[in-house]
């Protein structure tokens, strides 16, 4: 396959250029070689790996999680054992933000049913436990 410019890789994974341009910044992607003019030459290769931190991003994982998934080795023999622990930590975090997100959503329907009876807005129940009712932004 023939190098490919930064705008076809952004096309392909569809993302934008600056995205290319930034995970390289932060090392996620290789900097490629360039041309004699200047332009970037990106092998196939790194089409796989922008589509694999995506993905990574898509599940949660942050930049820092990635770079450090991508710095395993794919030979070694613990390279497996640390990623499954890597996503377990990740499991238990967004559990954790389930069981807050959870915690929100019951007191906002407590609210809101407590605003049901259509009081003056200066009486609102929802904007009174918001600390908001009555008061003027700054």
């Given at each position: 396959m023939r190098?490919?410019?930064?705008?076809?890789?952004?096309?392909q994974e569809g993302v934008r250029v600056d995205t290319v341009r930034f995970y390289e910044r932060q090392g996620l992607l290789p900097a490629p070689p360039r041309?004699?003019?200047?332009?970037?030459?990106?092998?196939?290769?790194?089409?796989?790996?922008?589509?694999?931190?995506?993905?990574?991003?898509a599940l949660g994982f942050s930049l820092t999680e990635i770079k450090r998934l991508l710095s395993l080795h794919p030979t070694s023999s613990q390279a497996c054992a640390d990623v499954a622990a890597q996503a377990t930590e990740k499991i238990a975090d967004i559990d954790?933000?389930?069981?807050?997100?959870?915690?929100?959503?019951q007191?906002?329907?407590?609210?809101?049913a407590s605003c049901g009876r259509r009081p003056p807005l200066a009486a609102c129940p929802l904007l009174a436990a918001l600390g908001t009712a009555g008061e003027e932004e700054a």
């Open positions: 190098p490919l410019t930064i705008g076809e890789v952004a096309r041309r004699a003019s200047g332009y970037r030459q990106y092998p196939a290769e790194s089409l796989r790996r922008l589509h694999f931190i995506r993905r990574a991003k954790a933000r389930i069981r807050d997100l959870a915690a929100m959503r007191g906002l329907v407590a609210l809101a």
